[in-house]
Nanobody, 116 residues
Framework: QVQLVESGGGLVQPGGSLRLSCAASGSIAGIVVMGWYRQGPGKQREMVALLTSGGITNYAQDVKGRFAISRDNAKSTVYLQMNSLKPEDTAVYYC??????????WGQGTQVTVSS
């Protein structure tokens, strides 16, 4: 079983920055992808950024150049640095972990609100 604990959300003004963290624990051998999804008010959950075990990244088009995903293998933690935040980035952000087999694991979510 995998546990994912997110942190770092909050309220920020447009143009500001936040860094989200997701610490993984438990049965985390065989990770192939970790990443971030978000669900805004009245919207479906969507992919934000993914990072494979081989270091390949994939970003949603509307966050490219503003967000950066990274990881600390020693801490089994993945980060999402979010810069130049916009009101439309307001959402609950979820950490996701995918292993070679079995269902994806999800964190509980952390709220990001971009507002003046």
């Amino acid at each position: 079983q995998v546990q994912l604990v997110e942190s770092g959300g909050g309220l920020v003004q447009p143009g500001g920055s936040l860094r989200l963290s997701c610490a993984a624990s438990g049965s985390i051998a065989g990770i192939v992808v970790m990443g971030w999804y978000r669900q805004g008010p009245g919207k479906q959950r969507e992919m934000v950024a993914l990072l494979t075990s081989g270091g390949i990244t994939n970003y949603a088009q509307d966050v490219k150049g503003r967000f950066a995903i990274s990881r600390d293998n020693a801490k089994s933690t993945v980060y999402l640095q979010m810069n130049s935040l916009k009101p439309e980035d307001t959402a609950v952000y979820y950490c996701m972990l995918r292993k070679r087999s079995g269902p994806d694991s999800w964190g509980q979510g952390t709220q990001v609100t971009v507002s003046s």
